[in-house]
C-alpha cells in the first residue's frame, strides 16, 4: 500500500511543480505586485490598494472592459446559434456526415494568430478588390473605428464555432432515437421537437458551451493583436491588450497586475453566475 502510495506521489509531483512554478506562483507574484508601484524592473514600494482604485477611474481600462463584453456577448450568442445548428445538420442522416463533421472542425487546430493575418489580408485588400464601389464591402472594415469590431467577431466566431460543434453533437449523441420516433407519432413538427426534446437533452452541453465561449471571448487577444492590434485608435482594444501593453511596453507592472486580478475576479463571477442560471434551467 506504501509503495503504491509513493509511485503516485513520483508521478503526480512533476505536474504539481510545473504547474506551480508555471501558473501559481506567477499568479501569487502578480498579487502581490499588485500593492507596489513596481515598473517591471528596480525598486518597488507598496501603495496599498492605490492601483485598484486608480483602474476604476482609468477611461482607457473602463472603454476596453465596454468593448470587451460587447464583443464577448455577441461572439458568444453567434457561435452557440450557430454551432447548434450545424450540430442538428451534421447529426442528420446525410451522406459524407463523418467526413463533413472532420472539414468543420479544421478551424479549431489552426493557429489563431495565422488565421488572423490570413483574414486580415482579406479584409483589407481581397475584398474592398472585389466589391470596390459597393457601400458594403468597397472598404476594408478593419480600418474603420465603427466596424473593426465586426471583422473581429467574424472571425472569432468562424473558429470558435468548430469546437462548440464539436460539443453539440456529443450531446445530440445521447438523445434516444425512440423519442423523436414517438413524438413523430403524436404529430409534432420538427420545431415541437427540438424545443419539447432536443433542447432540454442537451441542457447541460448548452451550459458547458455557454459557459466556456463566454470565458474564451472575454480573455480575447490573439484575434485582435492579429487583425488590428487594437486599433484603429483605440477601438478595438481589449482588456488583455491593455494589460499587457500597459505591463510590458509603458512600465505599468503593478497597474496592470491590479487590472489582471480584477479582471480575474470578474469573469469568475460572471462564469459562477452563468453556471447557477443555467443549472437551474436545466432543472425546468
Known amino acids: ?166 460539443l453539440y453533437l456529443a450531446g445530440l449523441q445521447t438523445i434516444p432515437e425512440d423519442l423523436y420516433e414517438a413524438s413523430r407519432i403524436d404529430g409534432a413538427n420538427r420545431w415541437q421537437e427540438f424545443r419539447m426534446i432536443t433542447f432540454p437533452m442537451i441542457a447541460p452541453f448548452f451550459t458547458i458551451n455557454m459557459v466556456l465561449a463566454l470565458k474564451n471571448f472575454l480573455m480575447a487577444f490573439d484575434h485582435i493583436m492579429a487583425l488590428t492590434g487594437g486599433g484603429p485608435g483605440r477601438s478595438t482594444e481589449s482588456i488583455s491588450i491593455v494589460i499587457y501593453r500597459g505591463a510590458f511596453e509603458g512600465g505599468e507592472f503593478a497597474y496592470q497586475s491590479a487590472n489582471a486580478v480584477i479582471y480575474f475576479v470578474v469573469i469568475a463571477v460572471i462564469a459562477a453566475v452563468q453556471l447557477r442560471t443555467l443549472r437551474l434551467r436545466e432543472g425546468k
Open 1 to 166: 500500500m506504501f509503495t503504491s502510495r509513493l509511485h503516485y506521489w513520483w508521478m503526480v509531483a512533476p505536474a504539481l511543480l510545473l504547474f506551480f512554478g508555471f501558473h501559481t506562483f506567477p499568479a501569487l507574484q502578480g498579487l502581490f505586485y499588485s500593492f507596489t508601484n513596481y515598473r517591471g524592473y528596480g525598486d518597488y514600494d507598496f501603495v496599498g490598494l492605490k492601483n485598484y482604485f486608480n483602474v476604476f477611474q482609468d477611461s482607457r481600462a473602463l472603454n476596453a472592459y465596454a468593448f470587451t463584453f460587447k464583443f464577448a456577448v455577441i461572439s458568444t450568442i453567434l457561435v452557440n446559434i450557430l454551432s447548434l445548428a450545424l450540430a442538428i445538420g451534421l447529426n442528420a442522416n446525410i451522406k459524407l456526415k463523418s467526413f463533413l463533421r472532420g472539414v468543420f472542425f479544421i478551424p479549431n487546430i489552426l493557429s489563431i494568430l495565422i488565421v488572423g493575418f490570413v483574414f486580415r489580408f482579406i479584409f483589407a485588400q481581397l475584398l474592398p478588390e472585389l466589391f470596390a464601389g459597393t457601400p458594403v464591402l468597397g472598404f476594408n472594415i478593419l480600418g474603420k473605428p465603427d466596424f473593426a469590431w465586426i471583422g473581429i467577431i467574424i472571425v472569432a466566431v468562424w473558429q470558435a464555432v468548430a469546437f462548440n460543434t464539436l
